[in-house]
C-alpha cells in the first residue's frame, strides 16, 4: 500500500503531539482522508481510533508510572466520558457539525488568550475546588467534553487539559495525564461503535499504532522531563493551529 509511509509518518507526529497536549487526530485524520479517499467517513474515524487508542494507552501508562495521577479527578470523568462520548457518536446523524464550529472556534480562542496572558495558570498544583465537589464537576466535565469528543473530536483534549487546569488547579502536566486517562476511555467508547459495523481498516490501523505509540513514548518522555512549562506551550501551538484550521474551513471551505 504505496499510502502507508504517509500515514505511518503522520502516526508518529500525531502521537507525540497527543502524548504531550492533546489535539493528535489534528495531523492523523487529514493525513487518513488525504490517503484514502475512497473509504467512508465512519470508517476514516475509525480507523484513526483504532490506530490512536494504542499511542494513548501507552501516554497514559507512563505518565501513571512517573507521576501522581489525580485518580479522584480521572475516574469519575473517565466514567462519565465513556457514556456520553458512545451518545455523541450516535448523535452525529441527526445534528449538524456547522452548529458546532463557530462556537468551538470562539472557545478556542478564549482558551488560548486566557492561556496566554496568565503566565503562572497551569503551572503549579493548587486546587481550586473543594473535594466534596471534585466528583460532580469531574463527572461533568466528562459528559460534556466525552458527547464532544464522540461527535466532533478535534480539540478535544486540549479542552480536557484546559479543563483540568482551570476548573481541578492541575498543572499542565498532570492535566495532560489525566487527560490521556479520559481520552482511552472516549475511545474505546467509539471503537464500540466503530468495530461491530466493519469500519476499520486493521492492517492500516495496526501499522499506523506502532509508529503512533513511538511518537508517544518520545511525546511522554520530553513531558516528563521538561514538566508542566514545556506542555503549556505545546498546548499554546497546537491549539493556535486548531485555530487556524478551524477559522479557515468556517470562514471560507464552507462558503464555497
Given at each position: 500500500?504505496?499510502?502507508?509511509?504517509?500515514?505511518?509518518?503522520?502516526?508518529?507526529?500525531?502521537?507525540?503531539?497527543?502524548?504531550?497536549?492533546?489535539?493528535?487526530?489534528?495531523?492523523?485524520?487529514?493525513?487518513?482522508?488525504?490517503?484514502?479517499?475512497?473509504?467512508?467517513?465512519?470508517?476514516?474515524?475509525?480507523?484513526n481510533k483504532g490506530s490512536s487508542i494504542f499511542g494513548t494507552a501507552n501516554a497514559a501508562w507512563r505518565y501513571t508510572r512517573r507521576i501522581a495521577m489525580p485518580w479522584d479527578i480521572a475516574l469519575p470523568a473517565s466514567a462519565s466520558a465513556f457514556v456520553?462520548?458512545?451518545?455523541?457518536?450516535?448523535?452525529?446523524?441527526?445534528?449538524?457539525?456547522e452548529v458546532v464550529r463557530p462556537l468551538v472556534l470562539v472557545l478556542m480562542v478564549a482558551v488560548v488568550?486566557?492561556?496566554l496572558f496568565?503566565?503562572?495558570?497551569?503551572k503549579l498544583q493548587g486546587r481550586t475546588l473543594p473535594a466534596t465537589k471534585l466528583r460532580s464537576y469531574a463527572l461533568t466535565v466528562g459528559a460534556v467534553l466525552g458527547f464532544y469528543d464522540g461527535f466532533f473530536g478535534?480539540?478535544?483534549?486540549?479542552?480536557?487539559?484546559?479543563?483540568?487546569?482551570?476548573?481541578?488547579?492541575?498543572?499542565?502536566?498532570?492535566?495532560?495525564?489525566?487527560?490521556?486517562i479520559v481520552n482511552l476511555t472516549?475511545?474505546?467508547?467509539?471503537?464500540?461503535f466503530f468495530v461491530p459495523n466493519g469500519n476499520m481498516l486493521w492492517a492500516t490501523a495496526f501499522t499506523m499504532a506502532v509508529f503512533n505509540i513511538a511518537g508517544a513514548f518520545v511525546g511522554t518522555r520530553l513531558?516528563?522531563?521538561?514538566?508542566?512549562?514545556?506542555?503549556?506551550?505545546?498546548?499554546?501551538?497546537?491549539s493556535a493551529v486548531l485555530i487556524g484550521k478551524f477559522g479557515y474551513d468556517t470562514l471560507f471551505v464552507q462558503t464555497l
Open positions: 500500500m504505496s499510502e502507508l509511509p504517509l500515514l505511518a509518518l503522520a502516526a508518529l507526529l500525531a502521537g507525540f503531539v497527543d502524548a504531550v497536549a492533546g489535539g493528535g487526530g489534528l495531523i492523523q485524520v487529514p493525513a487518513l482522508f488525504n490517503a484514502l479517499p475512497a473509504e467512508t467517513p465512519a470508517t476514516i474515524f475509525g480507523t456520553f462520548s458512545f451518545v455523541g457518536a450516535a448523535t452525529v446523524a441527526w445534528l449538524p457539525k488568550a486566557y492561556t496568565k503566565p503562572d495558570f497551569g478535534p480539540g478535544a483534549g486540549s479542552f480536557m487539559i484546559f479543563a483540568f487546569v482551570g476548573l481541578f488547579g492541575l498543572d499542565f502536566l498532570r492535566a495532560s495525564s489525566a487527560a490521556k472516549t475511545n474505546a467508547a467509539a471503537l464500540t513531558a516528563l522531563r521538561h514538566g508542566s512549562g514545556f506542555v503549556r506551550w505545546v498546548f499554546l501551538a497546537v
